[in-house]
């Protein structure tokens, strides 16, 4: 009953910048953790950024400095600002919340439909 549903892919000159957007849709949930991930073509699905329902974040090294994920709990939204992007950022970006049912202590997973970002000249 919960669902993803990401946008702000594109495409994107290197150095340029992009917001992805994220918002979780439902009701009778509770949203523990936010993430973003990202499946470069032909590799593995790699971790982005994630942000924890306290506001907590973390990054991957390669992502720090240039990425930040926020979240608007009101929406139950998360962002993703990327600026200063490389060629290596071009992936689907996928994002992910780790949610139960109210007052239930069991955690799923659902990831949206994903976005493709390609940073090429």
């Known amino acids: 009953q919960v669902q993803l549903v990401e946008s702000g892919g594109g495409l994107v000159q290197p150095g340029g910048s992009l917001r992805l957007s994220c918002a979780a849709s439902?009701?009778?949930?509770?949203?523990?953790?936010m993430a973003w991930y990202r499946q470069p073509p032909g590799k593995e699905r790699e971790l982005v950024a994630t942000i924890t329902s306290g506001g907590s974040t973390n990054y991957a090294d390669s992502v720090k400095g240039r990425f930040t994920i926020s979240r608007d709990s009101a929406k139950n939204a998360v962002y993703l600002q990327m600026n200063s992007l490389k060629p290596e950022d071009t992936a689907v970006y996928y994002c992910?919340?780790?949610?139960?049912?109210?007052?239930?202590?069991?955690?799923?997973?659902?990831w949206g439909q994903g976005t493709q970002v390609t940073v090429s000249s």
């Open positions: 992910n919340a780790r949610w139960s049912w109210y007052r239930d202590r069991y955690f799923y997973d659902t």
């Open positions: 439902g009701s009778g949930f509770s949203i523990n953790a």
